[in-house]
């Protein structure tokens, strides 16, 4: 039980600097990833999820964006005190990341054996034939059809499923013990989705790296996650095993989330179980409240939630969620 977590955050902060202000996209987030374990990380658009996934690759976008606070502990070392060129030999290899968009991940002027044939010689050095044969290794393992022929296409030449795929194909190339999917499948076709999803869950099984799978849909978190990690306004309100969470949920934001997910009359999950609108808005990231975060929504606030942050309660030996009004263990 005790094993070194693959991947372990503590209370990361990632704000950016503006003019008008700070937002405080990611504002005290804590988290651990196990070996092969898949985790969720599910909340609505804006709360800081792909924020959180860049502040762990180091790659935030430009423009003021700043990790001021926390650590990042990829196999017990704290890689924001990586140089930069410590850095790129940690991404690729230990950490990887795959985007909502393959437009974005993929050059349009490269090949797609040009690029793959980059990823693989970015960690190590062999005979021209022998890299030729990993990269259609690569793709075969993505499930792609006759990958020699596909070696010499564009991505243009390509659909936008297939596109994910390479774009998948590279980010394991290296063989990575933690790999980010930020809403690896929003960009798809929804029969697309559910095959890149199983596609991923199976080399997830056949590597044993671990997942962190970000999603806005909670549907699809039942079929991927192992547990799962809600975030709200820059932080994790709650965290668990997945079953304890669709069976359980302790804060209501959670419950509000799991209410939203089309049940037995809508599609199957990961079918476009979009989250319904909860009532009312996020606070803004740039005037955070004191108190709760969701109590501005919370059909059961009360002046304590409004008067202090609760802090992170314990529920179960896995199970936490940061809320007044929960029973701790
Ligand atoms: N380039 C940017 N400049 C300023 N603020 C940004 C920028 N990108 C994101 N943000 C802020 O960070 C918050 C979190 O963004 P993001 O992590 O992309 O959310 P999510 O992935 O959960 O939808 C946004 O709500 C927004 O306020
Ligand atoms: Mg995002």
Redo the contacts with the bound molecule.
Sequence with gaps: MSEQPVLEVRDLHTH?F?RRGV?K??DGVSFSLRRGEVLGLV??????????A?SLMRLL?R???RTVKGEVLLDGENILERTPAEMREIRGRRISMVLQDPQTSLNPVFSIGDQLREAIQRRKRAPHAEIIKEAVAALRRVEIAAPEQRLDQYPHQMSGGMKQRVVGAIAISGEPGVLIA??PTTALDVTIQLQYLKLLKRLQAETGMAILF?T?DFGVVGRMCDRVAV?YA?RIVECGPVRQIFEAPQHPYTRALIASVPKMTGPPPGMGGRLATIEGQPPS?MDLPVGCRFAGRCPLVEQRCLDAYPGTVRIGPEHTADCWKVVPA
């Design positions: 950016f503006l937002v996209a990611v909340g609505e658009s804006g709360c800081g999820k792909s924020l959180t860049l976008p423009g003021g964006a930020d809403e970000i806005h975030m820059g990231l």
